[in-house]
């Protein structure tokens, strides 16, 4: 079974312009959530997509904005970059995502640096 | 706002001894608990979970013992092994609420 797969892994923008990542959950998976993974932060929740519907939603800035299409695959879009959006992006799906109590799977994440 | 903390940033210990990591949260809410591993250049990788219902849960040489009083979490490696040498992070969910650590680097030296 193909695990979660996440594109690009390496990204160099500067600031000011957009970036879209993208996601591809394990098959069958409907739910999808981002985060975001700085130093000495752990895992900052952006958002969970479940079945094209965003369900829940962090305490990111406007510019951090996603969606997920009718096969589940999920993209996040960040527009008007700054320094501090460099980071680790992962990208997460489950079965039913956190409202059924069950694990998610992990992508290797897309390593975003702003110059 | 850290609901759930992760208060040692580092743990160094001998192959073969026993791992013990530490995780607080505040939210007496939570009523799911998950033990993620990751190493270097991967994402996360699910290691164990325990449901609020439960007190222990053990899977090998991995067991997660939850404290609801103290709103405490713990993670028992037995016996570590240098594979073990990776960050782990805690989480706790509730509905759709799932917060995560800031994780602790476990290093177990040969």
């Not at chain 1, 998976?29 to 975001?36: E, F, G």
């Not at chain 1, 969606?67 to 997460?92: H, I, K, P, W």
């Not at chain 2, 404290?67 to 509905?95: E, M, T, W």
């Amino acid at each position: 079974k193909a695990g979660v797969t996440q594109t690009p892994r390496y990204l160099i923008k500067t600031r000011g312009q957009q970036v879209t990542l993208s996601c591809s959950p394990i098959s069958g998976h409907r739910s999808v959530s981002w985060y975001q993974q700085t130093p000495g932060q752990g895992l900052q929740f952006l958002f969970e997509y479940f079945s094209e519907t965003q369900r829940n939603k962090g305490n990111f800035p406007g510019r951090f904005s996603g969606r997920q299409f009718s096969n589940s695959r999920s993209e996040m879009n960040v527009s008007t970059l700054e320094l501090g959006d460099s980071a680790l992006y992962l990208c997460a799906s489950s079965l039913t995502g956190s409202a059924g109590n069950q694990p998610q799977h992990f992508g290797d994440g897309t390593r975003l640096s702003i110059l | 706002d850290q609901q759930v903390k992760q208060n040692s940033p580092s743990l160094s210990v001998q192959e073969g001894r026993i791992s013990i990591l530490n995780c607080d949260y505040t939210n007496s809410m939570f009523d799911y608990f998950l033990w993620y591993k990751k190493y270097p250049a991967e994402g996360p990788t699910f290691l164990i979970s325990i449901s609020s219902i439960k007190d222990k849960n053990e899977d090998g040489r991995f067991t997660v013992f939850l404290n609801k009083s103290a709103k405490h979490l713990s993670l028992h490696i037995v016996p570590s092994q240098p594979g073990d040498s990776a960050v782990y992070f805690c989480a706790a969910s509730r509905q759709l609420d799932m917060r995560f650590g800031a994780g602790t680097r476990l290093t177990v030296k040969p």
